[in-house]
C-alpha cells in the first residue's frame, strides 16, 4: 500500500520529465505545479471544478488540477500547456484568433488537445461537450470551436 | 490549497483498505474514503469537512470492475469514472445520466461511488440503479456484503462506519430496458438539477425517480402506481404532484409552485413519449 503520512520528497512526471517536490498529502496538483515547479500555465480560477482554466492532461485525460491531490498523480504522465510545444491546436488558436485577455486559453488548449488525440472525428455534440467544460469570460468560443474544427478537419498542422 | 494536512493512503486490496481505517480510528484519527476527490477536496478547502487521512480506493481491482458475470449481471466497480461508465455504453441509462452530470472534464474525475456517497443532495446516478434494482457490494472489516440498493440507499447510502462501496451489480435485462431520461435546469446546461428523472419501461409499466424535486432523489411506488394506472395523462400528474407537493423544494433554483408545474409537465412528457415503447 502507497502511503505519505507527511511533508514527503515525491516524483512527478510532468511533460515526459521526471521532478522531484516536497509535498504536503493534502497539497492539490495546481498549487504543486505552479508553486513547485514554476509551470505557471495552468491558472487559478474558481478552485472548485467550474471554469476550467486550472486543465491539465492526466494520462491523456483533461482533469481540473484544482480537484485532484498532487498525491494521487503519482505515477501518472501529466501534461501542461508548458508542455505542448508547438501542437497544432496552439497554432490554430493563433490562426483563429481565439483568445483576448488569454486566461482561460491554457485550459482551453488542453482539453481540444485531449479531444483531438482521442476523438480525431468526433460528431459536433461531443465537440461541445468537451468544450463546455471551460469559461471565456472573453467570450471566444465561436473562434475556439473554430480552432479545434480545423485541427479536426486537418487543415491546421 | 487545503487549509489543513491529511495522511494519504492508496490501498491495494479491499482487506488493506478497511484495515488501514480501522487502524487510523484506533489512532483517534479521522480517516475518509476517498475516490474522485471532486467533493472532499472543494467541502475541505473551505473548511466544510475536517479529516486526518484519505483512504484512496482507485488501486483496489475490484472498485475498477466493469464486465459481465457468469449470471449475465452487469458488475460496475465504485471507483469507475462517470465517462467510463458512459463511454462503455454497457447500461445506457446510467451512462446517459452520468453524462449530464457536471461537465465531460468532470465525468474524467467523479466516481460512480462518490456520486452515489456524495453530500449533495441530487446524487444523480442512483436514478438508474433504483429502477434497476440494482445491488450493492459493500466490504467492511467482516468481509463483503450485497444489499438491494432500493434497501441500502434510502435518502441517501446508508453504509456503515469503515465500510465502503465496492462495486455496483445489475441485471443485463434491466441494464438494457427501454428507458428515458430528462434533466432540467434553471437555466444553463450544465447546472444542478431542477428535476431530473431517469426511467425505464419494464413488462409495460413505467419506473419514475426523482432527483432535485425533493431534498433527496427517490423513487416512490405510490407515485408508480398513479402514473401506471388509468386516466388522462393531465389527471395523473396532477395527482402525483399532490402527492409529493408538500415535500418539494423551494430554493433560489426554483420555487415550490415552479418545480410543480416542471414536475407534472415532465411527466406527461415521459407518458407521451414512452407510450408506444
Ligand atoms: C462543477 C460540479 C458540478 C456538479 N454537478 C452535479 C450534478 O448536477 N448532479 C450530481 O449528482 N452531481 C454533481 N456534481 C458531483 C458532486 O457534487 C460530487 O462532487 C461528486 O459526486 C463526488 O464524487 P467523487 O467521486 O469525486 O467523490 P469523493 O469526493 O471522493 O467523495 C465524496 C463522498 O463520498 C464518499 N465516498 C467516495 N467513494 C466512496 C465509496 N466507494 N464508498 C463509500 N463512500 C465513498 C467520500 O468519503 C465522501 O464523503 C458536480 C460536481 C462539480 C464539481
Ligand atoms: S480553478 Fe479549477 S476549475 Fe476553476
Ligand atoms: S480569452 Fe479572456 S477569458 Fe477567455
Same mark, same amino acid.
Given at each position: 500500500?502507497?502511503?505519505? *503520512?507527511?511533508? *514527503?520528497?515525491?516524483?512527478? $512526471? ?10 504536503r498529502p493534502s497539497d492539490i ?17 474558481c478552485y472548485n471544478g ?16 484544482c480537484l485532484m491531490l498532487?498525491a494521487e ?43 483531438? $488525440? ?14 463546455? *467544460? ?24 | 490549497m487545503i487549509p489543513f494536512d491529511f495522511e494519504y493512503y ?11 481505517f480501522?487502524?487510523l480510528e484506533?489512532?483517534g484519527k479521522t480517516p475518509v474514503y476517498y475516490s474522485g476527490g471532486t467533493e472532499l477536496i472543494s467541502m475541505a478547502r473551505v473548511g466544510n469537512v475536517i479529516f486526518d487521512a484519505a483512504i484512496d480506493i ?7 470492475? =466493469? ?14 469514472? =462517470? ?26 474525475k467523479i466516481t460512480?461511488g462518490g456520486n452515489l456517497a456524495s453530500t449533495i443532495i441530487y446524487r ?32 441517501r447510502l446508508n453504509l456503515?462506519k469503515g465500510?465502503f462501496l ?112
Open positions: 500500500m502507497f502511503a505519505l *503520512s507527511k511533508r *514527503s520528497l515525491i516524483k512527478l $512526471n510532468v511533460n515526459q520529465e521526471e521532478y522531484e517536490v516536497f509535498i496538483l495546481l498549487f504543486t505545479l505552479r508553486e513547485q515547479l514554476g509551470l505557471t500555465g495552468a491558472k487559478p480560477g467550474d471554469c476550467g482554466a486550472c486543465t491539465v492532461l492526466v494520462d491523456g485525460l483533461p482533469v481540473k488540477s498532487t498523480a503519482i505515477g501518472k504522465q501529466i501534461t501542461t500547456v508548458e508542455g505542448l510545444k508547438d501542437a497544432p491546436i496552439q497554432k490554430a488558436f493563433i490562426e483563429q484568433f481565439a483568445f483576448q485577455c488569454g486566461y482561460c486559453t491554457s485550459g482551453f488548449l488542453m482539453v481540444c488537445h485531449a479531444l483531438a $488525440n482521442r476523438h480525431p472525428n468526433p460528431p459536433d455534440i461531443v465537440i461541445d461537450e468537451w468544450l463546455q *467544460s471551460n469559461i471565456c469570460r472573453c467570450t471566444s468560443y465561436e473562434e475556439i470551436g473554430n480552432a479545434i474544427r480545423k485541427v479536426l478537419s486537418g487543415t491546421c498542422k | 492508496r490501498p491495494d486490496t479491499m482487506q488493506e483498505a478497511t484495515d488501514i480501522r487502524q484506533s489512532e482507485k488501486n483496489i481491482p475490484e472498485c475498477r470492475v =466493469l464486465e459481465y458475470d457468469q449470471d449475465n449481471n452487469l458488475v460496475l466497480g465504485s471507483a469507475l469514472t =462517470l465517462s467510463e461508465i458512459t463511454e462503455s455504453n454497457q447500461f445506457p441509462l446510467l451512462g446517459k445520466t452520468a453524462g449530464r452530470i457536471a461537465d465531460h472534464t468532470m465525468q474524467c460512480l444523480e446516478t442512483v436514478l438508474p440503479l433504483l429502477t434497476a434494482e440494482s445491488r450493492a457490494v459493500v466490504a467492511s472489516h467482516d468481509g463483503l456484503r450485497e444489499y438491494p440498493i432500493n434497501e441500502i440507499f434510502n435518502q456503515e465500510s465496492v462495486k455496483i451489480v445489475t441485471n443485463r435485462g434491466f441494464a438494457e430496458s427501454p428507458y428515458f431520461h430528462i434533466k432540467k435546469t434553471k437555466n444553463e446546461k450544465i447546472d444542478y438539477p431542477l428535476l431530473t428523472t431517469a426511467g425505464i419501461k419494464v413488462g409495460g409499466m413505467l419506473r419514475i425517480p426523482f432527483s432535485g424535486l425533493c431534498s433527496y432523489p427517490f423513487r416512490s411506488m405510490q407515485i408508480e402506481n398513479i402514473l401506471n394506472d388509468t386516466g388522462s395523462f393531465e389527471e395523473r400528474a396532477d395527482k402525483i404532484a399532490d402527492t409529493v407537493s408538500e415535500n418539494i423544494l423551494n430554493d433560489t433554483s426554483g420555487s415550490s409552485e415552479y418545480r410543480k408545474f416542471v414536475l407534472k409537465n415532465t411527466i406527461i412528457n415521459v407518458l407521451e413519449t414512452m407510450k408506444d415503447v
